[in-house]
């Protein structure tokens, strides 16, 4: 499901965003914020966007499957929209956006089928450690998009 969600907006993620009249510098720092938010959760500790509960009574979750947007969540459609948009037309830039969707959702297949091998490695201080490097990474992430967002409103107005 996250594919074909990635895939669908890597296609017509453009076309969409033109309709709205949303430029690619707005949801830069849209994505930015969203990446940042989940960043300091994943450093923090606080919030639990996985839990069940959290779900409300009057959404279904079987239309929502709770896996899509953990995996293919606003920060994820809003990289594919913007790289996609940067490309220029150039084929090769479209295939090496399409074989990185590709790549790293063959990599997000063999992490979940072998999760509980992980677990068993790394215990429970290893996992707690790699969620913080990955806080902290896609922190960095996060405020890139922020700051290439401020220059391309710059570069606009």
Known sequence: M??????????????????????????????????LLVALQLLTGLGNAGNPQSVSDDVN????????????????????????????????AYLAIG???????IVLVLVLRFSTVLIKILGIGGI?????????????????LIADSIKGFIAAG
């Open 128 to 144: 707690t450690l790699m969620a913080k490097i990955a806080g902290l990474l896609l922190a960095a992430i996060a405020v890139q």
């Open 61 to 92: 979750v079987a239309l929502v499957p709770l896996g899509t947007p953990l995996l293919a969540g606003p920060g994820a459609i809003a990289a594919v929209i913007v790289n996609v948009g940067q490309a220029d037309g150039a084929t090769s």
């Open 2 to 35: 996250s594919f074909l969600v990635i895939t669908v907006f890597a296609i017509a993620g453009n076309a969409i965003l033109n309709y709205l009249h949303i430029g690619i510098p707005a949801l830069q720092g849209a994505g930015g914020l969203l990446l």
């Open 99 to 105: 074989a990185a969707i590709v790549s790293i959702h």
